[in-house]
């Protein structure tokens, strides 16, 4: 279906089309045939959509389309503000919304804000208002309460990544920041999931809003291959290494839990000539964003990041992604794992297993009903108690049929004595 009937008016519509078209765009995504009729039509949305569902523009071009048909836009006042949890959405938001309106005959003007940089350019930026306001809301509030700008002329309220939100803390910048909106507003709330805490959030904030679920048919949740690889922990880095260059890997993203390790990692990568850097939330702003540029640019070919990066992040066609370490549930492997196969792009996401980490890898699957054939690449045989698949009855990591280690060895001593 093309995307002329979701109700874009006319007079746009062959100009966002344009700017659609000239990102690749051919046919709305589900979530965006759903949710653009409804948010035009001046309804709440909250919608519950994967990563890489195409979300942003679901909200971007009836929020473009609203604001190009305000009566004035003498003195822009900020008639949009969107909410994010993370510096890396804010900016990946503000890019998109920008260039969705790039052929507007008016300009539209995106204020991005996030912390963790100089407060003064985005204060300085804000002077003369801006029509949308992208934000971390930490940040929104620290420039609220510098008289930076002012939402009482706000009509459209977005939070994006609303779960993340809440899970970061955010809870109560939000309830200030929503007191401090028109109460007559249009509202729309995008989260990976419908828990209980985002309910309890809509039910405050929204009028009736319209649900939208986005289920992908099991078999197409993640259009992946998703591959097992058993490792000892010690030599991960090497086969890594040995991956990167014989699969010809162009990029890749490693995911590693801590910041440590992802300078490690990348350190040891560099000294073998791969081009590795670390990204955690611990590297200034600046580095992180030219980081990501270069990745996206293809000057960089390895990440190497712990899971600031997990969510949000949107550089399309990556085709690996790497678990060094496992993700620590269930939900961070699908965040992760998502970083590839964007849009339909099929991608690889390959978790490294060693016998320490077996059993956790084992509950990850059986929460996503996956079971992966467990891989053993040559040269890199686990030599630790390697685990195998299914040959855990007790779910302790422990292996049948391999060689055993050294606490298997004293546990069977200890029996037979
Ligand atoms: P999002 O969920 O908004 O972060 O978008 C995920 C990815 O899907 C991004 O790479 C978008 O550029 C891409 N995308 C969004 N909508 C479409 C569409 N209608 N057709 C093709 N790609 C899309």
Not at 55 to 72: E, G, M
Not at 258 to 277: G, S
Not at 348 to 369: D, G, M, P, Y
Not at 407 to 416: P, V
Request: glycine residues 6%; proline residues 6%.
């Amino acid at each position: 279906m093309p995307f002329t009937p979701l109700g874009l008016a006319p007079a746009l519509l062959p100009l966002l089309l344009r700017a659609l078209h000239d990102k690749g765009y051919t046919e709305p995504t589900p979530i965006q045939s759903m949710a653009v009729p409804a948010l035009l039509s001046g309804r709440d949305v909250l919608a519950s959509a994967q990563t890489g569902s195409g979300k942003t523009a679901a909200f971007a071009l009836p929020l473009l389309q609203r604001i190009h048909d305000l009566p004035s836009r003498a003195g822009r006042t900020t008639s949009a503000l969107i909410l994010v949890p993370t510096r890396e959405l804010a900016a990946q938001v503000g890019e998109s919304l920008v260039s969705f309106g790039k052929y507007l005959p008016q300009k539209i003007k995106v204020a991005v804000v996030f912390g963790g940089v100089s407060i003064n350019p985005q204060m300085m930026h804000l002077r003369g208002g801006a029509d949308v306001v992208v934000a971390t809301p930490g940040r929104l509030i620290d420039l609220i309460d510098h008289n930076a700008l002012s939402l009482a002329h706000v009509k459209t309220l977005v939070l994006d990544e609303a779960d993340k939100l809440l899970d970061m803390g955010f809870a109560d910048e939000l309830a200030r920041i929503v007191a401090l909106l028109p109460a007559k507003r249009q509202n729309a709330l995008f989260s990976a999931t419908f828990a209980p805490a985002i309910e309890a959030l809509a039910a405050a904030m929204m009028h009736e809003p319209l649900r939208i679920e986005i289920k992908p048919a099991p078999e197409t949740v993640l259009p992946i291959t998703q591959r097992a690889i058993a490792v000892d922990a010690a030599k991960r880095t090497q086969l890594l290494r040995h991956l990167v260059q014989t699969e010809k890997w162009q990029r890749v993203l490693v995911f590693v839990a801590t910041k440590h390790a992802a300078e490690m990692v990348a350190d040891k990568l560099r000294k073998a000539d791969i081009n590795a850097e670390p990204f955690h939330g611990e590297l200034s702003q600046g580095k992180r964003s030219q980081v990501l540029m270069d990745f996206k640019a293809k000057a960089v070919q390895v990440v190497v990041a712990t899971d600031v990066a997990a969510r949000g992040l949107d550089i399309s066609a990556l085709p690996v992604v790497v678990n060094y370490d496992l993700p620590r549930s269930a939900t961070d492997y699908t965040h992760r794992i998502g970083r590839t196969g964007r849009a339909g792009v099929s991608g690889i996401a390959v978790s490294f297993v060693s016998a320490a980490t077996a059993a956790h890898f084992r509950l990850i699957e059986k929460r996503h009903a996956i079971k992966l054939e467990l891989e053993q690449v040559p040269g890199f045989e686990p030599v630790e108690a390697a685990p195998v698949n299914g040959a855990d009855p007790q779910g302790t990591g422990g292996v049948k049929g391999k060689r055993p280690s050294k606490k298997d060895k004293l546990r069977a001593a200890a029996k037979a004595g």
